[in-house]
């Protein structure tokens, strides 16, 4: 059965209808008239909720459709409030009361509260059935069920300028233009067989353009030519279409530019009307989506070019020509105010193309620029000049399915320009009720597809790609941010408080609250706004009018940023908050969890890395629906093994005061894909051999369960328990000293991709040599080494699958230890990014030059398109004066040869 969920356009109605469908089971022991009537309710939702489905379809609603639409999404929000607290209520009952006279009392206290909490529900039912019924009627009475998918009012297709634009006023053009003829003229295989390349980008980038200037340079090849602009509702009879243009291009050489496909199901179909015909026929595609655009090249994906925004020159020259006719023309106190505009448009062609000609109509004043750089977000919305943009951005989000559109929504709560971490919003996601699950599906797995597919349809900017592949965050583009901010105000999705372009704040109940107090330290929450029924609050910064926490009981998530100043204080009311799943504390000013902590039962994730707290709390074991724990180098507690749940547990200390059977239930944590550990234990504690006995008996446990990824913050030798860990994908380790045995024990790690090895010496100081013989999967290798020696040497066919490398050499003596500085660095034939750190310490600049000038012949051999970073460590402390520990003379006859 598929999984509750909450989203934009439905409200709560997905899980509200879940949880008075169990509320209606025996569990619950419920009064018969509160059944039938709870039974009405869950009817008349249903009857509701296939409503909102089939409206939120609807392109472009009309107003009366819009607030039934938004009155039923608020009802549900309302109605599940009161059904979580009744559902906690009643759930919470202990199976272990005392016995005595202590316990009889107990136990007639409780029959008391039941009766008058089921007599409170009962009550409760009553009033929300009088609003659903006043819902249904106005329904009835306004007849909203005449409503009915209508065409988008974009009557005229918003690319059509593209095809106009002259060429002289194209900026910045002419270098992807060359590239993407490159790749049609002389992409895979012969000259003669059919080439397919693929555009691809954000709305707005400049496809159409970029793509109508190759046709233009190329038209004149070709015989048969053709720009088709496709579009995500097209329907044809197809077939018929098919048959004749294949029958048509049989035997000619042609050349089609097919203009924005939203599918791999309409290329599929597209595809067949272009034969194969060995006439050097070309077809260039354009598209918002990465999976598209590879689709349509497939098996060939280097023929897809991806589409980036301006540079800042090109971005300052286009804005400026649109908006004076030259950049040498513009106003110098213009000058501040023109560099905030562009930066909000982030070299998104169209919008600094938009905003131009608004601007163009403006006086010139810089009152006037002003109050559009702050009010971009209304602008967009209310401005005819900046119909266009907005047509573009409604293009793209209406493609996008309920879930997803929610998920987007869902990041206006962030500043702009903020780094969002993907498995924070994941796990937020989830804590929300945005995930939906079907058969047994992981929800973070699933949620990772949500974020990936935005990313795909290049609705959000990718951070920082792993080893794996993954984003580990993403930002929103400015446009993006203020599109998707008006839509979640008037929706009544998020309140953002402290965001200057969204300055209208609703009156009455809010969801979702974001309080930006870096933008305005002096945010105050209205009177007249209905904070009790938040679900969310995220507060960025800190205020000294900061909101109690006891006014927002029915929060799911609770993500508090405020750095320095947030002190412990502000969490006494916290096991207040029952229905708590998320909770995100970054301030270095907390220092404890209050004992409490352990009545959220809900609670699901909790991160404390960035705060300083000393220890956990004894209660923490009872979160036992908790499977994430995020923390910076605090003690294993007692009672671990209670937490089955958990799934990430990272970075827990084991130290001399760690209990030896807590590191044994350890490995009763089945769950656990992710464990950081710091190994605080010497080597002359007599103790010690227990600990890493136990320790170890818990890790080859685990690691033959879930355990993917693990960090080892540790001063002694593991033993070689390692070569259980056949499913470990990432690890993080200390050790010292390194040597080849090491480097073969983990070379034997059969799916190990991430090796991070921190050391203090290589051992021996002639070097350590990777061999060919293991680390068939790795993609990163980072080492990091005080006394690194002669450092590591390579061989042919060591490391085959590594793309990214960060290792030091020491130039000190190197060329009597290494003679030719051959460290092997050219065998790693699949190396895209090498970062070499030069220790400097006691070395000659001419050693220092040699070794660099070495390692960058070594990657010259290498692909044209490897990043090399070479950097230098100690260079304050390279030898200027006195002898060299090589001889001058041989030193320089090395340098000659």
Not at 484 to 494: G, H, L, M
Request: aromatic share 8%; glycine share 6%; hydrophobic share 40%.
């Amino acid at each position: 059965m598929m999984e509750a969920v909450v989203c934009a356009s439905h409200g709560a109605m997905g899980s509200l209808l879940w949880k008075l469908g169990a509320l209606l089971s025996d569990e619950y022991r419920l009064l018969t008239r509160v059944k039938a009537e709870i039974i009405f309710l869950k009817d008349e939702l249903e009857s509701m909720h296939a409503f909102l489905k089939k409206m939120s379809e609807v392109v472009d609603p009309d107003e009366q459709s819009k607030r039934w639409m938004k009155e039923v999404r608020e009802l549900s929000y309302d109605i599940e409030d009161i059904i979580d607290s009744f559902m906690f209520s009643l759930g919470c009952e202990s199976n272990s009361k005392p016995r005595g006279f202590k316990g009889f009392v107990g136990r007639c206290l409780s029959l008391f509260t039941d009766a008058m909490t089921r007599h409170w529900i009962a009550k409760k039912i009553q009033h929300l059935k009088v609003h659903v019924i006043e819902a249904s009627n106005r329904r009835q009475r306004y007849k909203v069920e005449d409503a009915f998918p209508r065409p988008s009012r974009i009557s005229i297709d918003p690319r059509l300028p593209a095809f106009y634009t002259e060429t002289t006023r194209l900026v910045g053009i002419d270098g992807p233009r060359d590239k993407l003829i490159k790749l049609l003229t002389e992409g895979h295989g012969t000259v003669a067989q059919l080439n397919v390349v693929s555009i691809v980008g954000f709305g707005g980038l400049g496809k159409t353009t970029l793509a109508n200037e190759v046709y233009r340079k190329l038209e004149g090849q070709f015989d048969y030519r053709a720009f088709v602009s496709f579009g995500s509702n097209e329907s044809w009879d197809e077939q018929q279409l098919i048959n004749t243009i294949r029958h048509f291009l049989k035997d000619k050489r042609y050349f089609i530019v097919i203009d924005d496909i939203w599918s791999t199901s309409a290329w599929r179909t597209i595809r067949c009307a272009f034969p194969e015909n060995n006439c050097s026929s070309r077809i260039l595609t354009t598209t918002r989506i990465m999976a598209v655009a590879k689709y349509c090249c497939s098996p060939h994906h280097d023929q897809v070019y991806e589409l980036n925004p301006l540079g800042a020159s090109h971005s300052k020259s286009l804005f400026f020509k649109r908006t004076f006719g030259s950049e040498d023309m513009r106003p110098l106190h213009l000058k501040e105010v023109s560099n905030r505009i562009l930066k909000k448009c982030s070299g998104l062609p169209l919008a600094i193309i938009t905003i131009a000609s608004l601007l163009a109509t403006k006086s010139r004043t810089k009152e006037e620029w002003e109050k559009v750089w702050k009010s971009i977000g209304s602008v967009l919305e209310k401005d005819t000049e900046m119909e266009e943009m907005k047509k573009i951005l409604t293009l793209s989000y209406n493609d996008l399915p309920y879930h997803l559109k929610t998920c987007l929504l869902y990041l206006s709560m962030f500043p702009e320009d903020y780094e969002i971490k993907r498995d924070r919003l994941v796990r937020r996601w989830i804590a929300e009720g945005f995930i939906t699950t079907e058969g047994g599906q992981d929800m973070e797995e699933i949620g990772e597809c949500y974020f990936n597919d935005l990313i795909n349809r290049s609705m959000i900017q990718p951070v920082g790609i792993q080893y794996d592949g993954r984003a580990d965050a993403c930002r929103v583009h400015d446009m993006i941010l203020e599109f998707i901010a008006s839509k979640s105000v008037e929706e009544n999705f998020v309140t953002l408080c402290g965001d200057q372009n969204h300055k209208s704040v609703p009156q009455g109940k809010v969801r979702r609250l974001s309080l930006n107090y870096y933008a305005r330290d002096d945010i105050m929450v209205p009177t007249n706004m209905i904070v009790s029924n938040v679900r969310t609050l995220t507060t960025f910064g800190h205020s000294e009018n900061m909101p109690c926490l006891s006014n927002f009981q029915l929060l799911r998530v609770l993500d508090l940023e405020n750095r320095v100043v947030l002190e412990y204080n502000y969490l006494k009311d916290i096991d207040k908050l029952s229905h708590l799943r998320y909770l995100r504390l970054n301030s270095r000013r907390i220092t404890a969890l209050p004992e409490q902590i352990g009545e959220l039962k809900n609670l699901q994730t909790l991160d404390l890395r960035w705060t300083r707290i000393q220890r956990l709390p004894e209660s923490i074991v009872l979160l036992q629906r908790l499977t994430c724990l995020l923390v910076n180098s605090l003690e294993l507690p007692e009672g671990i093994r209670n937490m089955q749940a958990l799934r990430e547990f990272s970075e827990i200390e084991i130290n001399c005061h760690t209990s030896v059977s807590s590191l044994l239930e350890l490995g009763s944590l089945t769950n656990i894909r992710i464990l950081g550990l710091n190994w605080c234990i010497i080597d002359t504690n007599y103790a010690m051999k227990t600990y890493a006995e136990n320790l170890v008996t818990s890790l080859c446990k685990l690691g033959t369960l879930n355990l993917r990824s693990i960090q080892i913050q540790s001063c002694h030798r593991i033993p070689n328990w390692m070569e259980s860990l056949d499913y470990l994908t990432y690890l993080d380790i200390y050790l010292s000293p390194v040597d080849e045995e090491w480097f073969r024990t983990l070379g034997d790690l059969p799916s190990l991709l991430f090796l991070w090895i921190s050391s203090s010496a290589v051992k021996p100081k002639e070097g350590v040599i990777i061999s060919s013989n293991g680390f068939h999967c790795l993609k990163e290798f980072y080492f990091s080494c005080w006394e690194i020696g002669a450092g590591l040497t390579f061989e042919q066919g060591a490391m085959p699958m590594l793309e990214k490398l960060r290792v030091p050499f020491n130039a000190h003596g190197v060329c009597s230890l290494h003679g030719v500085l051959d460290f092997g660095i050219q065998h790693l034939s699949s190396l895209k990014r090498l970062q070499v750190e030069i220790v400097c310490h006691g070395a000659r600049l001419k050693e220092v030059e040699a070794l660099e000038e070495a390692v960058k012949n070594a990657a010259s051999d290498l692909s044209d398109e490897l990043s090399l970073e070479v950097r230098r460590w100690d260079e304050e402390e390279i030898l200027k004066d006195g002898e060299p520990k090589l001889a001058e003379e041989e030193f320089d006859t090395y340098l000659e040869s």
